[in-house]
């Protein structure tokens, strides 16, 4: 099927979507098959002829959450490192294999998982079946490619963190928002316990987890289902299954019982204020009427949020909310950066109060529907691709623990109702549930301690 083909079928689907309602559209099924090796290592795959390409993923059931004590970014520097030698390849092969052949490959990494993925010409499926193989089985972990790769990470860090105006201010929501979970641990680490990091270490991380029984491949594209089960089996088959068991984190973040309030100073030449409410794992139910609340708040300039704030009072130049879903308990996050002159006491008012918005009135059924549209419009125009379909399918099985889901998530999306959003808003968002982080600039701390 040609790729334009595949446009006006979309098209078609997004017409009918909004001229029927939400309730009376079924959703599009990707036909997947799940098998399990002896060795641990499951494989979903799923063809799709429509274009002469294929998407590999390995996702690796480890993320930040899973870094040793006083070792932050170990996850986010086996990324880094998975790109350098192995027993049969050179450093940044993994680009030759793929750019060089017009394809394209990258990784992430996040708090419960990474997640490695490559898009080539299907005739080239096999040589990336092999080198993912390879990278598992036979990654150099060593001293140059620990210190080099350990170095890069810790310029992220700078980049990313400490050079943004409001780089450290998101990382201390994230920080401060979990007492006991190691979620309290940023994805990207930090300085001191990178340079604390031994080779040992690093080595004793990368037995512990980059094994095939903690490993999901997921293929999908253009391809014969029963040769890529051969190589497959050639390939990954004869890794072998360690002894030693998966640890698993057990740590449960316990419920808050009073507001939390924080004041932190930063390089920012404008305050800001975060809100952070503890929400449940992605898995549970009430996540999708959480996601559907975000959306209401602040998906666009026509946001909640965004009128309210920017536009009409004129208190903050930016404001958002996100509903961060992760494995084991999740955040909802609230973030505006005031406007010149304006107070942060007065701007978090204000976002207290379209949260009462929600809670004390039911959305109209335009606004919920106009919610729920945008984000099956993004499902969908992200499935377009067989990467984006193998990112739905891999964060159905591992994230989600049934692939499944992939099928029927967003049916359970379009089932959010406006009881469903108000319910979930009085259920999380109280103030006991609530921490507020100030991050004012540090010319007002020196004003406040010369007083």
Known sequence: MARTSLRLILCAFLLALAQSGLAQTRMPQLKYTDRTLANGLRVLTAPDPSSPTVAIQVWYHVGSKDDPPNRSGFAHLFEHIMFKSTKNMKSEMMDRLTEDVGGFNNAFTADDVTVYFE???????????????????????????????????KEEFRQGVLAPPYGRFEYLLQQKSFLEHPYKRPTIGSIEDLDAASLKDVQEFHTTYYRPDNATLVVVGDFDPAQLDKWVDKYFGPIAKPARPLPRVQVKEPPRKSEIRLTEYGRNDLPAVGLTYLTPRQADADSDALRVADAILSAGESSRLYNSLVYNQQLAVEVNS??????????????????????????????????????????????????????????????????????????????????????????????????????????????????????????????????
Not at 418 to 434: C, E, H, I, L, P
């Open 119 to 153: 898009v080539v010409p299907s005739n080239y499926l096999e040589t990336l079946i092999w080198a993912e193989a390879d990278r598992l089985s036979g990654l150099n972990v060593d001293d140059m490619n620990f210190k080099s790769e350990r170095d890069v990470v």
């Open 322 to 451: 996100s509903a961060e879903t992760r494995e084991d308990v999740s955040l909802f996050v609230l973030i505006a950066v005031l406007s010149e002159g304006k107070k942060v006491e007065d701007v978090e008012k204000s976002l207290l109060a379209e949260i009462k918005k929600l809670q004390d009135t039911p959305v109209s059924a335009a606004e919920l529907e106009k919610a729920k549209n945008q984000m099956i419009t993004n499902s969908l125009r992200s499935r377009e691709t067989s990467n984006g379909k193998a990112l739905a399918l891999g964060e159905a099985a591992v994230l989600l623990g049934d692939p499944a889901r992939v099928n029927t998530d967003l049916d359970r999306l379009q089932a959010v109702t406006a009881a469903d959003v108000q319910r979930v808003m009085k259920k999380y968002f109280t103030d006991t549930n609530r921490l507020v982080l100030y991050y004012l600039p540090e010319a007002m701390k020196s004003a406040k301690e010369g007083q």
